[in-house]
């Protein structure tokens, strides 16, 4: 275990598996195409051999209580963040565990850097199980995010382009993606 910050990051462990099952679910209850997960993932997440890096699979905790867990992977020179749960309020238990893994990890996706600040970030993943309706896997963007600073600039939608280039080049026929109807920059930049 180490300390960022106030928050105690944790490495995966058997001790601490349901906690991360917990968080993952809460996370991603509302995600459409997602079923809960239970402690059988973590138990395949043992069974794939290099790809598997507990190092990378981290909890961190506020004053004892879990708040937020990051799945990353390092491939070549990349780390790749596969996911990122947070608990609702928690965001700065996220932050602590991106600071952890690097400043470079964003979550499986693409970052805009403004010197060395972080100003806009999207995700994407396929669901090479999930088929659409041609037969062909479906797609997901999500994190979608600006600083306040630099919204307005069309940052969000270049960022979005991407992830659909991306996502497109893996063979995705559809890309999910979700808002709230009252957040009108993020509908404009995915229209």
């Not at 809960?36 to 395949?44: D, F, P, Q, R």
């Not at 993943?125 to 479906?138: A, D, E, I, M, T």
Request: one cysteine or more; a positive charge; glycine letters at 10%.
């Amino acid at each position: 275990m180490s300390q960022t910050g106030q928050f105690a990051i944790e490495i995966l462990s058997q001790g601490n598996q349901c906690q991360v099952v917990n968080i993952i679910n809460s996370y991603t209850v509302d995600w459409p195409y997602c079923r809960a997960v239970g402690s059988e993932l973590i138990a395949y997440w043992y069974t794939v051999g290099d790809a598997f890096q507990p190092q990378h699979i981290l909890l961190a905790r506020d004053n004892g209580k879990p708040v937020a867990f990051v799945h990353g992977q390092r491939c070549d020179d990349e780390h790749i963040i596969h996911l990122l749960a947070v608990a609702p309020g928690a965001i700065d238990g996220a932050v602590a565990l991106l600071d952890h893994v690097g400043q470079q990890a964003v979550a499986n996706g693409l970052a805009m850097l403004h010197g060395r600040q972080q100003v806009a970030a999207a995700g994407s993943r396929l669901y090479p199980n999930l088929l659409s309706s041609c037969g062909k896997p479906v797609g997901q963007i999500g994190h979608v995010s600006t600083n306040p600073l630099h919204r307005g600039k069309g940052l969000a939608r270049i960022l979005t382009k991407r992830c659909l280039y991306r996502l497109r080049k893996w063979g995705a026929a559809e890309a999910l993606i979700t808002t709230g109807l009252g957040n009108y920059p993020a509908l404009r930049a995915y229209e």
